[in-house]
C-alpha cells in the first residue's frame, strides 16, 4: 500500500489469470520509519540523539532476530556500524540508508497488525467478456446446422467476435403458436424456439430438424476457426411435451385443480410454455439439473451463455449456479436478458452475470443517452454491470428504427458499437427490416420467433459495409474496446452528441458525433479535450473520419462537423497529431 494524503492509502496488485481472487486488508505501524523520521528532525535541530540512537539499534537489533541467513546477518551489521559510528552525523547517515529501510520493511513485526475480518472477492474475466460484437440469427431460417455455416462466415466477414443462437432443442407441439404469435399453428409451422421440449428430448438435446450434436460440434469448431465463438441461449422454461412434466411434475407450478400453469406476463400469454418453479418444496435437484445441462454444452465448446429472463428466477439460484459453474470453468461468459427494473437488473450483475442487457433501445434523445451511459459507464455500476447495447432484438423493434429508416439504422448501429465495449445486432437489421406487426408495437411483422427467415443479405441498401467498417474501428482502436473511459463533451447543436473514449495512456483516442434526427441535415461546432490530448491551444491536429475514410485537420479547442440523413447521421474521428 502507498500512502495517498494524510491518514488515507491505497494499494494494488496484479490479476494475472482469469479466476476468482479474494484479498482482504491489513494495518500495521512502521515503528523504523517513524524513529527515522524522529531521528533526522532532532539532528537538524541540533540536538542530542543518543538516546534516540539507542532505541533505532535496538529496533534493528529485534528485525535482525526476525530475520533468517543473509538478511539476518546486515541487519545485525547494520546495528553495529551505527553502535560503532564515529559521531552522530555519521550514525544518523547510516540510519537512513535505503538498503536497511527495504529490509526493515520487509522484516517488519506484524504480530500487532490488524486485519479486516472479511475476506473482498475481485473477479478477473477475460477480454472477449469485455470487449465484443455479437450477432444473433437463428440457424433454421437457414436449414440444417450445416447449411448455417454459411451464416458463420458472413458474421465473420463483418468482424463479429460471438455468434449467438436462440433455442436449438427440440419445440413442443401442443398449444404451438403460428405465425405472427397466432394461437392456432398452421401445417408446417415450426413453433418458437422457447417453447422447448418434445418426444425428441429437451434441454440437452437438438432439434432433429439442426442436425445431430455431431453436427453441432462441428458448427462450433467452424465458428473457431473463423475466430468467432458460440454463444447459446440458455433458457429455463418448457413446454407441454418436455420430458421433465411427466418425470418431475414437482418442478412446476400448479393451478388449484393440480392443472400446470402455463407463463404469463399480462397481458401476454405464452400458452405454450411452462415456467419452472425455483422455490419448489425441493429445489435441490432442479439446481442441480440446470448446472448439469450448463456443463454439458461446456462440454461441446460452449463458452458463453445469454440467459432469457433471468429476473423470474431466484436471485440466490444465479449467485449459486455462476459461482459453481466459473469455479469450474472461469472462461464462461453469462450475459442477462433482463429487461426489467434497475435494482432487479443491478442485483442480477452482482449476484455474478458478466454481462447485461440494458436501456438502451429506448433511451433516444441526447440527455437520455448521455444520463443513462454516464451512469453505466461509471463507479458505483460499473464495479460490477456491464452494459451490453442491443440496437434490436427478435423482440424489439423500437419506433426509432421504424420511423427513422436507414439513416436511423445506421445511426444507431454506430451509437451501440462506440458508447460500449460490448454491443450486439439481431439479423435483419443490415437489411433495415422495419416493419412492425401493427401500429405501436414493437414486434416484427412475420416474427422469425414463429416462422423460417431466408433472406437475401446482398439485397440494395444493405448496411453490410457500414457493419464492417464499424467492426474494424473498433479492433483498431484499444480505446474503444475499454468500458469506462466514455466522457461527453459539448456541442452547439441540441440534437447533436458528441462523446469520446481515450486510453489510459492517451495513445489512443477516438471521438464520435452523432446526429439524433434521421430527417433533416445538422451541423455544429463541438469541443474537443485538447489538454486530455496534450495539445495546445492553438495547435493543429487532424482527425481520421473512418466511415467515410476522409481526413479533417481541426485546431483548437473547437471543430466542426456536417451530419446528413443521406450520408452519415454519425462518424467517427480518430484522433492523430
Not at 418426444?199 to 465458428?223: I, K, M, N, S
Not at 423470474?312 to 450475459?335: C, G, M, S, Y
Not at 434521421?518 to 451541423?523: H, K, Q, V
Amino acid at each position: 500500500m502507498s500512502h495517498v494524503d494524510n491518514d488515507r492509502w491505497a494499494g494494488s496488485f496484479a490479476l494475472e489469470a482469469n479466476a476468482r481472487w479474494v484479498f482482504t486488508i491489513e494495518a500495521l505501524a512502521e515503528p523504523f520509519r517513524s524513529w527515522l523520521a524522529d531521528l533526522e528532525k532532532r539532528h537538524a535541530a541540533g540536538q542530542d540523539a543518543a538516546s534516540a540512537l539507542l532505541e533505532g539499534t535496538a529496533l534493528i537489533g529485534a528485525a535482525a532476530r526476525r530475520a533468517r541467513g543473509e538478511d539476518a546477518r546486515r541487519l545485525a551489521r547494520y546495528a553495529e556500524r551505527i553502535a560503532q559510528a564515529a559521531g552522530q552525523a555519521e550514525a544518523v547517515a547510516i540510519a537512513g540508508d535505503a538498503e536497511l529501510a527495504a529490509l526493515m520493511l520487509r522484516h517488519l513485526d506484524r504480530s500487532e497488525a490488524t486485519r479486516c475480518e472479511d475476506q473482498f472477492e475481485v473477479i478477473a474475466d477475460r477480454e472477449r467478456a469485455r470487449f465484443a460484437a455479437w450477432y444473433e440469427f437463428f440457424p433454421r431460417s437457414s436449414g440444417t446446422l450445416k447449411d448455417a455455416e454459411a451464416e458463420l462466415e458472413r458474421a465473420a466477414a463483418m468482424g463479429f467476435d460471438v455468434v449467438y443462437l436462440p433455442p436449438v432443442h427440440p419445440i413442443g407441439h401442443t398449444d404451438r403458436k403460428g405465425k405472427n404469435n397466432a394461437l392456432v399453428a398452421g401445417p408446417g409451422d415450426p413453433g418458437s424456439p422457447w417453447a422447448i421440449g418434445s418426444e425428441a428430448g429437451g434441454h440437452t438435446a437438438l432439434h432433429p430438424e439442426l442436425g445431430t450434436l455431431e453436427d453441432f460440434d462441428r458448427f462450433v469448431e467452424r465458428a473457431r476457426s473463423l475466430g468467432l465463438e458460440v454463444a447459446l441461449d440458455f433458457a429455463i422454461q418448457c413446454s407441454p411435451d418436455h420430458p421433465w412434466v411427466r418425470a418431475h411434475p414437482e418442478w412446476f407450478y400448479h393451478r388449484p385443480d393440480g392443472t400446470i400453469k402455463y407463463a404469463e406476463n399480462p397481458p401476454k400469454k405464452y400458452q405454450d410454455i411452462y415456467p419452472l418453479n425455483f422455490l419448489c418444496a425441493d429445489p435441490a435437484p432442479l439446481w442441480d439439473e440446470m448446472q448439469r445441462i450448463l456443463e454439458f454444452w461446456i462440454g461441446h465448446g460452449v463458452r458463453a451463455f445469454r440467459v432469457d429472463n433471468p429476473h423470474t428466477k431466484p436471485v440466490k439460484f444465479w449467485a449459486w449456479l455462476i459461482r459453481a459453474i466459473q469455479d469450474a470453468h472461469p472462461d464462461v461468459v453469462f450475459l442477462s436478458e433482463a429487461f426489467t427494473r434497475p435494482k432487479m437488473m443491478q442485483a442480477l450483475a452482482k449476484a455474478g452475470f458478466t454481462q447485461s442487457y440494458t436501456y438502451f433501445t429506448w433511451r433516444n434523445t441526447k440527455s437520455e443517452l448521455t444520463d443513462y451511459l454516464t451512469e453505466i459507464t461509471r463507479p458505483p455500476v460499473s464495479d460490477y454491470f456491464r452494459g451490453h447495447l442491443w440496437p434490436n432484438t427478435p423482440d424489439i423493434l423500437h419506433a426509432t428504427l421504424q420511423t427513422g429508416g436507414r439513416a436511423a439504422f445506421k445511426l444507431r448501429l454506430v451509437l451501440a458499437a462506440t458508447l460500449s465495449s460490448l454491443y450486439g445486432i439481431y439479423a435483419g437489421y443490415e437489411l433495415c427490416e422495419n416493419v412492425p406487426r401493427e401500429a405501436g408495437s414493437e414486434e416484427y411483422a412475420n416474427s422469425e420467433k414463429y416462422e423460417l427467415r431466408p433472406r437475401d443479405w446482398r439485397a440494395p441498401g444493405n448496411l453490410v459495409d457500414v457493419i464492417t467498417r464499424v467492426n474494424r474501428a473498433r479492433r483498431q482502436n484499444r480505446a474503444l474496446q475499454l468500458y469506462t473511459n466514455l466522457n461527453f463533451y459539448g456541442s452547439d447543436d441540441p440534437l447533436v452528441l458528441f462523446y469520446g473514449k481515450l486510453t489510459p495512456e492517451r495513445d489512443n483516442a477516438v471521438f464520435v458525433a452523432a446526429s439524433l434526427d434521421p430527417f433533416a441535415p445538422r451541423s455544429s461546432l463541438v469541443d474537443v479535450p485538447i489538454a486530455e490530448l496534450g495539445l495546445g491551444e492553438d495547435e493543429p491536429y487532424r482527425m481520421h473520419e473512418v466511415l467515410s475514410d476522409r481526413w479533417f485537420e481541426w485546431r483548437g479547442p473547437r471543430g466542426y462537423v456536417e451530419l446528413r440523413p443521406e450520408t452519415d447521421l454519425a462518424q467517427i474521428f480518430v484522433f492523430h497529431r
